[in-house]
């Protein structure tokens, strides 16, 4: 979402945390479109909470073929993940909107 003023800066909206961020018009559309809300990946978003270290070994345990979906599952959400299975499994299969994220 954009707001312009007569500063020639608009406000867009940081995805997590709804605040403005004011960029100037000339980035905004150097940038593009701000992605959908509405596309976002809980299992990417909490990955992306984590930090450095936890986020590498996050990955590395996805990658990882021998940790079947439920055992994962079952590690990231004691590990604090607020998330099921399917949304994991989705994630894994890279059928999730991480991968149109990446693209924007």
Known sequence: MAVSGSTGLSATYDLFRRLPVMVSLADAAKDGPPP????????GDWIRS????????????LDDVEWND???ARQFI???????MNALSVHRRGACSCLLLRKQ
């Open 36 to 43: 959908d809300p509405r596309l976002r990946c809980g299992v």
């Open 50 to 61: 984590l930090d450095a270290a936890e986020q590498v070994a996050a990955r590395q345990l």
């Open 78 to 84: 004691s590990a604090g993940m607020p998330l099921r």
């Open 70 to 72: 439920s055992a994962l």
